[in-house]
């Protein structure tokens, strides 16, 4: 940033995370080596978390370790972005109370008190200016350490500001809405002038973003992290049915007739034949089920001889007198049955398998069975264990995205897109692998060489030849293979395969659906999650963007942590400017921008009364 004739920048001194990893990748992204491995929790945070004692080599941080971290100056500008998995709206309310979590939360004083204690205590001062970002829920879960924040900085001399609608979308112009609490303090003896807000910029479209990126699935020129996800195929199905810019709660409209192939066994199937009637066909396939021939009868001879006892399998109807009850325990040697008709009557051989009884009506019988051999199931309105909205979100190629988080899953993160590129572009050339009438006047020569550009092609009548034996020959799976020649190609050989092998719901790849918009409804890759948070496509070394020493999953919550690189270089302009304002001893300007950190409001003299 320029300013009164010189040129400020923001020199990195150092990074800390306990996560070595996280660390490895910070170097790689900035290409320094700055980073710092040091684990901020006290021992009995420690203990809290882990559930266990630290290992014999672990000790405390101290405020002379932050000191030396620092490179034994004090930092002009602070910014600590502390855990935010206690404070998340995404971890269940009781969770967040629990002492694992509420001791994760303390990292959020902790740091602040480190740096400002190693600071004053070994430089004799403090940051300029310090900055806190976190999930906007820590005004609601976390509001006890924010008092606490407050307190300390207004103690050392900051004004301080606190917002929870900071959207680094709007901030850095991105292709995502992303809002975040964030803490603005203002060290008033170094820094008497305001410092503004950073000027909103209108917010991308994911297509803006991912569009001039490789295809999804060139890890040659993404990288690694380009890798299409192996989902289920039935995760793909759901992708596919759930229409642009919609989440899982579309998949209850789908209309599902259209779609689902039912097996419709021919008539007579599972047919019990009449004792009193003329039998039908017998037909070769044996089995129950497996003909439209006769298989069942109704046979009325039940073999029991006439000294028979007579309350064998005796029914009793519930509107009667009961017979004699005996010693008998069965119904085959006399115990007595009954006709109860508080059980509903329902056709079908098991009624109650996988039934859903309404919360507003009778139960029916309970049974000793598990659920899927007629266990009860209860349409439950008082249950609230709704999925996120964003579960299984397909995001519209038009829009921004909604913000990148650590959720590594489509089912719990609208991590997938409504992709267009798959389909005509409106700006491709027209004359791209356009087939001309021989009969028809030519459309204009171009000096393109290639069909897909444009070149012409003709449907040529005069040619009187026929394709070879084996043209586009589909080969059967249970039969041994054509020869294989040197033109291994379907247009010029038997290299196709009539494939069995369909998905079954849990098998595992990545399928291109087209949906009823037609696009490809995907999931969005980590390279490509990566972009959306304004990484850079290359790091320093010249490599695609990409994240080492990770699994994919890690990767994704490595990238949803982090601040926009963007929206980090707008908030380092209006700090710089605030820093060169200062240094020129100019105290006060006219601006149209937002006033972010201004001194404390004075209360106004009260209007004299006459």
Known sequence: MEYGGKVYRIKLLCSVDNDPVACLNHDNITGTKTSRVMDLFTREQYIAWHGHEPPPEWREVTAWDMWVAFGYQIPF??????????????????????????????????????????????????PAILQLENVPRIRSRGKSLLKQIEKTLKKYGYAVSMRADHNLGEVGGLGQNRVRFLIMARHEAQIPNFIFYPEKKPLKTIGDVIGPLPMPGDIEAGGPLHRLPNLQWKTWVRLGLIKAGGDWRDLQDVPFEQYRIVHQPRGGAWAVENYEEPS?????????????????????????????HGTIYRVCRDDQVGPTVTGANGPNNGAMSISDPRLTDRAGRHPGVYQIVRMDETSPCITGTRFGSGALAVADPRVKTKLMPDSYGVQEWEESAKAVR??????????????????????????KYRMQDMEEPSATITSVTDVQSGAPLVADARLGCKPRAGSYGVQDWNEPGKTVTGSGDVHSGSAALADPRIPADTDRGSWILIAEDGTWHRP????????????????????????????????????GNAVPRDAARENGNVILLAAAQAEANETFSMSWDTVWVAPEDIDQMPAMVH
């Open 77 to 126: 500008f602070l910014f600590t972005s502390p855990p935010c998995k206690g404070l998340s709206g995404l971890l269940p309310e009781k969770s967040a109370k629990t002492i694992k979590y509420l001791s994760l939360n303390q990292l959020t004083v902790r740091g602040i008190d480190l740096s400002l204690e190693a600071c004053l205590l070994y430089g004799g001062g403090v």
């Open 280 to 308: 039908r066909t017998v037909t070769g396939g044996a089995g129950v089920g497996r003909s439209n021939g006769a298989a069942a009868i109704s046979d009325p001879r039940v073999n029991l001889k006439e000294g028979t």
């Open 406 to 431: 650590g959720a590594n899953r489509i089912m719990n993160s609208p991590a997938s897109i409504s992709d267009p590129r798959l389909s005509d572009l409106k700006n491709r050339y027209t004359d």
């Open 524 to 559: 969005m890759t980590t390279y490509e999650l990566a972009m959306l948070q304004s990484f850079p496509r290359y790091l320093p070394d010249g490599r695609p963007f990409q994240l080492e020493g990770c699994s994919d999953a890690k990767a994704r919550e490595y990238i």
